[in-house]
């Protein structure tokens, strides 16, 4: 993924101006933050509708004793693995630098990448 600086600093001092906490973050999904970080990624309605059901789920886990767990499938090659294991970490971050989070794969080559 090629990293466009411009983007993803220009999000972080909107989000800086809006001074409203760690838990706020600049960008208001994961899908956001990606196309901030490199804008050659094509945002899709179902890349949308799962950055949107990843924001619910985690506000969801935040207020809840036991929150939901959310499953995710669609073809390949459709940009889930930059979604979700690349982008929905470092939103995570960004909300919650503490946050402690392990990605999982079938191998060792995809995890470490």
Known sequence: MKIHAGGFAAGLERGAMRGKGWRQTPFPGPLDLLLALDPTYIETPGLRLISDRLVAATEEAETSDTPDYLAISMGPQEGKSSLIARAFPLWLWLRNPDLRIM??????????R
């Open 103 to 112: 990605i999982v794969s079938y191998d060792q080559e995809t995890s470490v």
